[in-house]
């Protein structure tokens, strides 16, 4: 498997040991990424027996945040509408949301769901105070996200895209942002596989980001960062375990690189704490990191 097919069966058999999808539904959608039954089942007993721990811990945290309050930067959100512009080998599609008076600029990379809804929403959270945002449909040349009826699929589908690939297009999404909002500073934030993806931009000597904050998502292996500018916002998941394995590797590059930097564990959150669509959303994480990741632009953008 490639490491996005690696990152995104890890995340589907961690779902299942935690009792947020079922072993039927788990199976499907490993073999879909092309995990055969035999290595699909070890999968699943060995992440069960790892999360046996760490499951009545999850499910107290989600307890105790639960909360009527509305997602940060909601309240404020602008609309989004729907954008093309030209991509390295394809046309490419993404949410746009303008700021009245842009203070800078960022690209939203999303999860292994596509570009989602609750995407869009974050797109549309930081026009909303003060920064014009693109959410870049990284399926633009499978027809876009919502050219699949089953989500299972257009996750398997964005897996065999390859990194090299998924970055140039977030490279243009840049060059469109500098295209709509000139003059302006460039940030990027990314979730889950965006978050991944985020280190991989970073990774692949992009100058133009002066901020990024990738959210509990893994590092690649080897990654030097030493051609990035960015001042990066790590953020992470005192419950996800897995991500976490690869925050000391994050830490170490971002030193060595000499970029300014803060890593920050939420307390008692775990993976996708952000996604208030998600089963592991946690208003009260998502209410303390929210302003964090604004002061960080201010500071940067």
């Not at 879909?32 to 107290?60: F, M, W």
């Not at 292996?221 to 000391?248: P, Q």
Request: hydrophobic content about 45%; glycine content about 10%; proline content about 5%.
């Amino acid at each position: 498997m490639t490491p996005l097919q690696q990152y995104v069966a890890e995340e589907i058999a961690v779902d299942h040991a935690d009792g947020l999808m079922s072993r039927r539904e788990a199976l499907r959608r490993l073999g879909l990424l092309g995990v055969g039954l035999t290595a699909a089942t070890a999968l699943l007993a060995a992440c069960s027996s790892d999360s046996d721990s760490n499951t009545e811990a999850s499910a107290t945290s989600s307890a105790d945040g639960s909360s009527d309050a509305a997602p940060p930067g909601l309240d404020t959100a602008l609309p989004t509408e729907a954008i093309t512009f030209a991509g390295p080998t394809a046309e490419l599609q993404a949410a746009w949301a303008a700021a009245a008076d842009p203070r800078g600029a960022v690209l939203v990379v999303h999860e292994n769901k596509g570009l989602t809804d609750h995407i869009r929403s974050v797109a549309g959270r930081f026009a909303g105070v003060g920064y014009s945002a693109l959410a870049i449909d990284l399926l633009s040349e499978e027809g876009g996200t919502a050219t699949f009826a089953d989500p299972a699929e257009a996750t398997a589908a964005l897996t065999k895209a390859t990194p090299e690939r998924l970055v140039a297009d977030m490279k243009a999404a840049i060059d469109e942002l500098q295209r709509r909002v000139p003059g302006k500073k460039v940030g990027a934030i990314g979730f889950c596989m965006g978050g991944a993806l985020v280190w991989r931009l970073l990774g692949s000597g992009e100058q133009r980001l002066s901020a990024a904050a990738p959210f509990y998502g893994p590092i690649p292996d080897g990654s030097d960062l030493t051609g990035a500018n960015a001042a990066v916002l790590a953020v992470y998941a005192e419950l996800d375990a897995r991500v976490n394995a690869s925050r000391d590797a994050a830490t170490a590059a971002l030193d060595k690189a000499g970029l300014t930097n803060e890593v920050v564990t939420v307390a008692g959150a775990d993976h996708a704490f952000f996604n208030d669509t998600g089963q592991r959303y946690d208003p009260q994480a998502a209410a303390q990191i929210w302003p964090k990741v604004l002061d960080w632009y201010g500071k940067y953008l």
